[in-house]
């Protein structure tokens, strides 16, 4: 088996980079030759990993943050290579559904050895993504969120804080028609997550009962409700204590699709984009991610 690292050297801001002689130490370890790419710019991981999964019998591994993973798999849907997520950026959402280790030298270790499962992807029209997908506030804040990441002496975790209490104040909840399965929903909407994983924006474990490869995404909708209401709310959505609150519900669908008047912040992996209506779908199992063991 070929072992393919796509490194991107900004993860993390920039620390990620200085990594490689560990990461191939960790790789003569365990017995394997490492080939290494550099990505060069945003997309140039998609058109590595697309490159390469042509092949077979490749390990691809993401090296980076959450869009790195993005980019990556979006280059290898369809191929039956397996992807390897090494955690290395800021956020490293996806992963924590997937093991509870903190290091990444154990989970490389740990990928390396590793079996892959197939898993599902979720597909918004020409984009996919493996870990959630919203609307509304949280994808407002994503947006205000990266802008603050780069700002050199602000770590991560305090850049979605910061970014948290700029956007809330300002921010006007929504009336969206949002189309599952089975039912339809119209109402004011604070924020709706289509989840495959359960945790993002830094740890906030928004979908606590999706699992990976379960055919269908958890929806966590959230009604409008008033500022001071949604500062109380998010201390309990990063532990997933959220469940109890009267104005959030959830939801298990397949197919979700949403529509506003007005057009709205879209986050899908941490990229965020702006449009009136959006169409989700779950691939079942269309993708082989290592689990590290």
Do not use: Q
């Not at 490492?34 to 490749?58: C, L, M, V």
């Not at 090494?86 to 030298?105: H, K, M, Q, Y």
């Not at 993504?129 to 947006?143: K, P, Q, R, T, W």
């Not at 997933?240 to 949403?258: C, T």
């Amino acid at each position: 088996m070929r072992h393919i690292f796509i490194i991107n050297p900004h993860a993390g801001k920039g620390i990620t980079v200085g990594r490689i002689s560990k990461i191939k130490e960790i790789c003569s370890e365990n017995g394997v030759e490492p080939e290494i790419e550099i990505t060069k710019a945003p997309g140039h991981a998609t058109e590595i990993a697309r490159r390469y999964a042509s092949d077979e019998d490749i390990r691809i591994y993401a090296v980076g943050g959450d869009g790195t993973l993005n980019e990556v798999l979006n280059g290898m849907v369809g191929s039956s290579s397996s992807l390897a997520v090494i955690p290395t950026g800021s956020g490293n959402d996806f992963i924590r559904s997937l093991c509870a280790e903190v290091s990444w030298e154990d989970i490389l270790s740990k990928s390396i050895r590793g079996e892959a499962v197939p898993m599902d992807l979720g597909k918004a029209h020409d984009k996919y993504f493996i870990n959630i997908s919203s609307v509304g506030l949280d994808a407002e804040i994503n947006y205000n969120s990266t802008r603050l990441k780069k700002l050199p002496l602000l770590p991560a975790k305090f850049a979605y804080l910061i970014s948290i209490f700029l956007t809330v104040f300002g921010y006007k909840s929504k009336k969206m028609r949002i189309v599952l399965d089975d039912r339809e929903i119209i109402t004011e909407t604070l924020l709706a997550a289509v989840a495959n994983g359960r945790y993002y924006g830094g740890g906030m474990k928004v979908a606590p009962y999706a699992e990976l490869w379960d055919g269908s995404f958890d929806i966590c909708h959230v009604d409008r409700v008033g500022t001071f209401k949604i500062i109380r709310l998010f201390p309990r959505l990063m532990k997933g204590e959220h469940e109890s609150i009267r104005e959030v519900h959830f939801y298990r669908s397949k197919k979700v699709r949403i529509i506003c008047e007005d057009e709205i912040s879209v986050n899908i992996d941490g990229e965020a984009f702006r449009r009136k209506e959006i169409e989700f779908e779950v691939l079942p199992r269309c993708i082989n991610i290592v689990v590290p063991i």
